[in-house]
């Protein structure tokens, strides 16, 4: 491959598996909100 | 579930929790465009430099258009019927315009994953022999003359289309019967790991097949002057909004199954990511190995026809397996990759269509599996398993995406940032319940910036397909089943905004309370309760 297309494969590959990876840490550090202003206390089964 | 409570006081189906959710929003997003699709695109707009373009789409119009179909879902939790019309009582339309395109490429998208079911099996044998070309066109396909000795229409089936997209539809059917946990997110969790096993296993192989890395130099290789061509914008813009199953009902009516509380941007970040990462990996894998087919041929990887569209599929790839090392073996992997990624995403496409006629007509979830199944397999069936079905399928497809899901796109955007003036609400949304909190770029990319970029993309092909027609097919069958088809979405769309819901749907109550005065601090607890 020539050097062009290696740095932009890498380069790509970065961004883009390197976002997922991000967005999983991020997820998985704060699944869900968990705190909530007083007054929000609607059940979540509602329709 | 009852047959006769109201989308008032229904109880909701749910994912069981946020993996089932992430799971089949990507099982929707990754389908047959990131295997065939994406590998050409880019290859053809300019190499490794198309992959600038890519980026700044998904941040500007992926992720923002996804954002906002998770919002209208979650908040007005409904289809897209019953959604849009909890935000205006006209927009229903709107609603019923999305249920139609997903109607429509449901029954020619079946046929697409009943040919791969078809090759899946084809595999062991290699049974397509050495000219791969005539084995799909003439042998499998059967495809009549057009134009010339046969007419545009027949009702001669070819049984070898005809069964495996009868079974298909059939185990559609159950799985929408099954429900939104124990139907669509059951075959996700179990289909999206294994088409990750077995397509990674196809990557990985290709990547040490000799001329591997022409192939990938081909797709790689930057040619940065193409970044100053509109088109190439036009068409990374193009790639990420078909790719993402965005704007056309699917990601509104799997957010309306999430739990109230439930978390939206980050794994709509997740989602978003997964899917251009898989088509990123299915792009190294295709060039991979079509660096290897070029060289089996003698000629450079540019000099290859078929390298992308159902022709990749169906044509090149049997000829490259043909030539592989276990050929059988990665023949398998390769059509069962195909069969998995479109049949998750033909779930959701179905699911909107489903969920729209059980709020609107007080049915259960199995009443609509089958009515709808039932009738959508009888025309996928006439329409496409006979020998004039690759002819109406390809003018379809082209109608349906290229007009239907634009318009649907700009006319969203138009009508719920500029028309209903709901983006500070639904912004408001979507931070309420989310980790990742979104900024005011994202009103500025959901109401400014993605209706222009696919306003623009909407007129420029409407105008091209005008002035120079479609695939040279005659201009009255490209208006009867191309513009035939997208007036009978706008036909359908208002009729069934007209028709009485079978059950009354009042004032909605949507939670948490947006009180435009104290928006800013509602988060801080100056929002009163619901």
Same mark, same amino acid.
């Given at each position: 491959?020539?050097?062009?297309?290696?740095?932009?494969?890498?380069?790509?590959?970065?961004?883009?598996?390197?976002?997922?990876?991000?967005?999983?840490?991020?997820?998985?550090?704060?699944?869900?909100?968990?705190?909530?202003?007083?007054?929000?206390?609607?059940?979540?089964?509602?329709? | 579930?009852?047959?006769?409570?109201?989308?008032?006081?229904?109880?909701?189906?749910?994912?069981?929790?946020?993996?089932?959710?992430?799971?089949?929003? &990507?099982?929707?997003?990754?389908?047959?465009?990131?295997?065939?699709?994406?590998?050409?695109?880019?290859?053809?707009?300019?190499?490794?430099?198309?992959?600038?373009?890519?980026?700044?789409?998904?941040?500007?119009?992926?992720?923002?258009?996804?954002?906002?179909? $998770?919002?209208?879902?979650?908040?007005?939790?409904?289809?897209?019927?019953? #959604?849009?019309?909890?935000?205006?009582?006209?927009?229903?339309?709107?609603?019923?315009?999305?249920?139609?395109?997903?109607?429509?490429?449901?029954?020619?998208?079946?046929?697409?994953?009943?040919?791969?079911?078809?090759?899946?099996?084809?595999?062991?044998?290699?049974?397509?022999?050495?000219?791969?070309?005539?084995?799909?066109?003439?042998? $499998?396909?059967?495809?009549?003359?057009?134009?010339?000795?046969?007419?545009?229409?027949?009702?001669?089936?070819?049984?070898?289309?005809?069964?495996?997209?009868?079974?298909?539809?059939?185990?559609?059917?159950?799985?929408?019967?099954?429900?939104?946990?124990?139907?669509?997110?059951?075959?996700?969790?179990?289909?999206?790991?294994?088409?990750?096993?077995?397509?990674?296993?196809?990557?990985?192989?290709?990547?040490?097949?000799?001329?591997?890395?022409?192939?990938?130099?081909?797709?790689?290789?930057?040619?940065?002057?193409?970044?100053?061509?509109?088109?190439?914008?036009?068409?990374?813009?193009?790639?990420?909004?078909?790719?993402?199953? &965005?704007?056309?009902?699917?990601?509104?009516?799997?957010?309306?199954?999430?739990?109230?509380?439930?978390?939206?941007?980050?794994?709509?970040?997740?989602?978003?990511?997964?899917?251009?990462?898989?088509?990123?990996?299915?792009? &190294?894998?295709?060039?991979?190995?079509?660096?290897?087919?070029?060289?089996?041929?003698?000629?450079?990887?540019?000099?290859?026809?078929?390298?992308?569209?159902?022709?990749?599929?169906?044509?090149?790839?049997?000829?490259?397996?043909?030539?592989?090392? #276990?050929?059988?073996?990665?023949?398998?992997?390769?059509?069962?990759?195909?069969?998995?990624?479109?049949?998750?995403?033909?779930?959701?496409?179905?699911?909107?269509?489903?969920?729209?006629?059980?709020?609107?007509?007080?049915?259960?979830?199995?009443?609509?599996?089958?009515?709808?199944?039932?009738?959508?397999?009888?025309?996928?069936?006439?329409?496409?398993?006979?020998?004039?079905?690759?002819?109406?399928?390809?003018?379809?497809?082209?109608?349906?995406?290229?007009?239907?899901?634009?318009?649907?796109?700009?006319?969203?955007?138009?009508?719920?940032?500029?028309?209903?003036?709901?983006?500070?609400?639904?912004?408001?949304?979507?931070?309420?319940?989310?980790?990742?909190?979104?900024?005011?770029?994202?009103?500025?990319?959901?109401?400014?910036?993605?209706?222009?970029?696919?306003?623009?993309?909407?007129?420029?092909?409407?105008?091209?397909?005008?002035?120079?027609? $479609?695939?040279?097919? #005659?201009?009255?069958?490209?208006?009867?089943?191309?513009?035939?088809?997208?007036?009978?979405?706008?036909?359908?769309?208002?009729?069934?905004?007209?028709?009485?819901?079978?059950?009354?749907?009042?004032?909605?109550?949507?939670?948490?309370?947006?009180?435009?005065?104290?928006?800013?601090?509602?988060?801080?607890?100056?929002?009163?309760?619901?």
């Amino acid at each position: 491959m020539n050097a062009g297309a290696i740095v932009l494969m890498v380069v790509s590959l970065l961004l883009v598996w390197g976002g997922l990876g991000v967005s999983i840490a991020m997820l998985m550090s704060r699944p869900e909100r968990t705190e909530w202003p007083e007054g929000w206390e609607r059940d979540d089964a509602d329709a | 579930m009852s047959t006769q409570t109201s989308p008032e006081t229904r109880p909701r189906e749910e994912w069981t929790g946020q993996v089932g959710f992430i799971l089949s929003a &990507i099982g929707s997003a990754v389908g047959l465009g990131n295997i065939w699709r994406f590998p050409g695109v880019a290859y053809e707009n300019g190499g490794g430099a198309f992959l600038v373009p890519y980026l700044v789409a998904l941040v500007t119009a992926g992720i923002p258009i996804l954002y906002l179909d $998770y919002a209208i879902g979650h908040r007005f939790r409904g289809s897209a019927p019953l #959604a849009f019309r909890r935000i205006s009582r006209w927009f229903e339309t709107l609603g019923w315009y999305q249920v139609a395109i997903c109607f429509a490429i449901a029954v020619y998208y079946t046929a697409v994953i009943a040919w791969a079911l078809s090759f899946f099996w084809y595999s062991f044998g290699l049974r397509w022999g050495d000219d791969t070309t005539t084995f799909f066109l003439v042998d $499998y396909l059967q495809v009549a003359d057009v134009g010339g000795e046969d007419p545009w229409f027949t009702l001669d089936f070819v049984p070898a289309v005809l069964i495996p997209l009868v079974l298909v539809w059939v185990v559609t059917i159950v799985v929408l019967a099954a429900g939104v946990a124990r139907g669509v997110q059951r075959v996700n969790i179990v289909f999206m790991p294994l088409l990750l096993v077995a397509f990674g296993v196809l990557v990985v192989r290709s990547l040490f097949l000799p001329g591997a890395a022409d192939g990938l130099n081909a797709l790689f290789t930057p040619e940065w002057s193409a970044l100053r061509n509109a088109d190439v914008w036009i068409a990374a813009y193009g790639q990420i909004f078909f790719s993402l199953s &965005i704007a056309f009902g699917i990601m509104i009516t799997y957010a309306s199954y999430r739990r109230r509380r439930g978390n939206l941007t980050s794994p709509g970040l997740v989602v978003a990511f997964a899917n251009s990462g898989f088509e990123l990996f299915a792009g &190294i894998g295709v060039f991979a190995s079509l660096g290897f087919l070029a060289g089996q041929q003698a000629v450079a990887v540019g000099d290859l026809e078929g390298i992308t569209g159902p022709i990749l599929s169906f044509v090149t790839f049997p000829a490259l397996v043909s030539q592989m090392p #276990a050929g059988s073996l990665f023949g398998a992997l390769f059509f069962g990759s195909l069969v998995m990624a479109g049949f998750t995403s033909l779930v959701s496409i179905l699911q909107v269509v489903s969920a729209a006629f059980q709020e609107k007509l007080s049915i259960s979830r199995r009443q609509a599996a089958l009515g709808i199944g039932g009738l959508a397999g009888v025309i996928s069936v006439l329409g496409f398993s006979t020998t004039t079905g690759l002819i109406a399928l390809d003018t379809l497809d082209n109608w349906a995406n290229n007009v239907g899901i634009v318009s649907s796109a700009v006319i969203m955007c138009v009508l719920v940032i500029w028309v209903g003036r709901r983006g500070g609400e639904l912004r408001f949304h979507l931070n309420s319940v989310s980790t990742f909190q979104v900024g005011s770029w994202w009103t500025f990319c959901v109401g400014i910036l993605a209706p222009l970029v696919l306003g623009w993309m909407l007129v420029s092909r409407i105008q091209t397909l005008l002035v120079e027609g $479609y695939e040279g097919y #005659a201009p009255w069958y490209t208006g009867l089943v191309g513009w035939g088809a997208i007036a009978a979405f706008v036909v359908f769309a208002v009729l069934l905004t007209l028709a009485p819901w079978r059950s009354p749907v009042g004032a909605y109550d949507a939670w948490p309370r947006y009180d435009k005065e104290h928006a800013p601090g509602a988060r801080e607890g100056k929002g009163g309760p619901a």
